[in-house]
């Protein structure tokens, strides 16, 4: 982000936070804004200053918020989470290194919840590059809302993560089954080795007699082969209908002629997708309320 955007957005966030606070506890946040002299203390102590209530955003909020940044998304968030995040924002950042040190001194002790607010302040801290380290190595958590708060509805991976730890979240969300449409950049980021280890892995499911999540294919589609496609042709066959659309997806992301060849079979699938109705997202949405159903 230029710092017009990144000073825009983070005068949307203040706004947020300000309307969902009482005067003094706004005063309170406010004064420790800004210095990295207070971080601690006023990190640890927000909660207890702002209540844990959960924000709904309006709609003028929504959309302020997904224009100065893009595919990041705070509902569902409570307000301490905000207002931490917010208070990172704020701090002076003129010089880098203690800028750096003030923020990483508060991950090694940090509670659940303060790694939550720690990760998803990563889309709006400076100096981008600086916090891969980090990120990385939040994949590696065994803490499912901490893994939520870095791969769903956070642009910061897809935006600065190495092709290695990018694979890793995403082979990890299927893993951990995290909702895999809300992985920003989820199709941008899709890559030759992703999609040969997602194969792999759904072999070792198939071959445990367990079922594969239908978006893994997502990841796949551009770089159908022959190999691949023998997993989307055995997916074409399948007598779950949900299957079958994740292989027309699936084979509609992909130049490989056979593959064509099978999605020209599928024409009403077909036609769905050209025109809007089926998407991986909507898939997305059926493949929730088909696993609600059982």
């Known amino acids: 982000m230029t710092q ?4 825009h957005l983070k005068e949307i966030l203040e706004e947020i936070v300000a309307s969902r ?6 005063e309170w946040l406010r004064g420790k804004a800004h210095s990295t002299a ?13 209540g844990k209530n959960i924000i709904a955003l309006s709609a003028s909020q929504q959309q302020a918020l997904n224009s100065a940044r893009p595919g990041f998304c705070i509902s569902g968030w409570t307000i301490d989470r905000l207002s931490r995040v917010w208070l990172l924002s704020t701090l002076d950042f ?27 302040a990563l889309p709006v801290l400076e100096y981008a590059e600086s916090w891969a380290g980090r990120c990385s190595e939040g994949i590696r958590s065994n803490i499912g809302d901490v893994l939520l708060a870095i791969m769903c509805n956070n642009p910061y991976p897809s ?11 995403v082979l990890k969300a299927f893993f951990t089954e995290k909702p895999i449409n809300k992985i920003i950049g989820i199709d941008t980021r899709a890559n ?46 399948s007598d779950n209908l949900i299957e079958r659309e994740a292989a027309a997806l699936a ?21 769905a997708i050209n ?20």
């Open 38 to 50: 207070q971080l601690t203390m006023a990190f640890i102590s927000i909660p207890r200053k702002t």
């Open 159 to 169: 935006e600065n993560l190495t092709e290695a730890a990018w694979n890793q979240l």
């Open 94 to 120: 003129s010089d880098k290194a203690k800028y750096i040190i003030a923020i990483e001194n508060l991950f090694p002790a940090a509670e659940v919840n303060e790694l939550i607010a720690l990760y998803s």
């Open 251 to 271: 084979c509609h992301d992909s130049n490989y002629p056979p593959a064509i060849e099978l999605l020209n079979r599928f024409k009403t699938i077909q036609s």
């Open 192 to 237: 030759e080795r992703l999609a040969k280890t997602l194969s792999d892995y759904a072999h070792e499911r198939w071959a445990a007699h367990r079922s594969v999540n239908p978006q893994l294919w997502r990841c796949t589609g551009k770089f159908i082969d022959k190999d691949l496609f023998e997993d989307i042709e055995k997916l074409s066959l």
């Open 21 to 26: 606070l009482s005067a003094d506890s706004l």
């Open 4 to 7: 017009q955007e990144s000073g």
């Open 275 to 294: 025109s809007g109705a089926l998407t991986w997202n909507k898939l997305a949405e059926k493949t929730a309320d088909y696993v609600l159903q059982q």
